[in-house]
């Protein structure tokens, strides 16, 4: 070649193609996406072993579990008690206080018992009544006459026997000192007598947690 100057030796420039930055870009954050992903697999794969999956199930069964409605649930009516009319009471004196039998009667005639018997506590009784009284009946007084008699004497001792009729001792003890005042009585009866809610069956039951096996 002709010319002023001449390209000897190896100092020839050699063409190189520029560089694709969007290539690189690119690569980078596909490589970022990848390791997330995989330590995202390796959490999974932890809480599978632990037993993650458990705390999952638990949610899931919460969430299926109806929930409480507002519909009032009905109530249980109480039992009937008998009227104080339709209670035959034989009134006993177990105390050494001469005439508290005949008192405690009249006091029972004027808030409507029928009374029978009043005298003397047997000898098994005697003096041997520590409490306010003792109430003694057939068994079938203990839902019936022995509830409504405890609401004018609370704290009596209920005993049970043999007998066939449907009238009741009260035998009265060392710490009897009056009935229960009238307010307090129908308070007591009231309360017997008041119808109790059911029991709500809306309840979820806990689901057991699932075991692995292997």
């Known amino acids: 070649m002709g010319g002023k100057y001449r390209i000897t030796g190896n100092?020839?420039?050699?063409?190189?193609?520029?560089r694709n930055r969007r290539r690189i870009v690119l690569a980078g954050v596909s490589a970022v996406v990848a390791l997330g992903l995989a330590g995202w697999g390796t959490l999974q794969l932890i809480d599978v072993?632990?037993?993650?999956?458990?705390?999952?199930?638990?949610?899931?069964?919460?969430?299926?579990?109806?929930?409480?409605?507002?519909?009032?649930?009905?109530?249980?009516?109480?039992?009937?008690?008998?009227?104080?009319?339709?209670?035959?009471?034989?009134v006993y004196n177990a105390t050494t206080t001469?005439?508290?039998?005949?008192?405690?009667?009249?006091?029972?005639?004027?808030?409507?018992?029928?009374?029978?018997?009043?005298?003397?506590?047997?000898?098994?009784?005697?003096k041997k009544v520590p409490g306010p009284g003792v109430l003694l009946g057939a068994p079938t007084a203990v839902d019936g006459s022995f509830a409504v008699l405890g609401t004018q004497l609370p704290g009596t001792v209920q005993k049970t026997d043999t007998r066939k009729t449907a009238e009741v001792d009260l035998i009265l003890g060392a710490k009897f000192k009056a009935f229960s005042t009238p307010a307090e009585a129908t308070a007591a009866m009231t309360a017997l007598t008041k119808p109790s809610p059911a029991p709500s069956s809306t309840a979820c039951a806990p689901t057991p947690p699932k075991t692995k096996n292997g």
Do not use: W
């Open 98 to 126: 001469t005439g508290l039998a005949k008192t405690a009667a009249d006091e029972l005639k004027k808030r409507g018992f029928t009374v029978g018997e009043v005298g003397n506590a047997p000898e098994a009784y005697d």
């Open 49 to 90: 072993f632990t037993g993650g999956d458990q705390s999952a199930s638990a949610a899931g069964h919460q969430r299926d579990c109806p929930k409480p409605t507002s519909t009032p649930t009905p109530a249980v009516p109480a039992k009937a008690l008998p009227k104080p009319a339709a209670i035959k009471v034989n």
């Open 11 to 18: 100092t020839y420039p050699r063409m190189r193609r520029p």
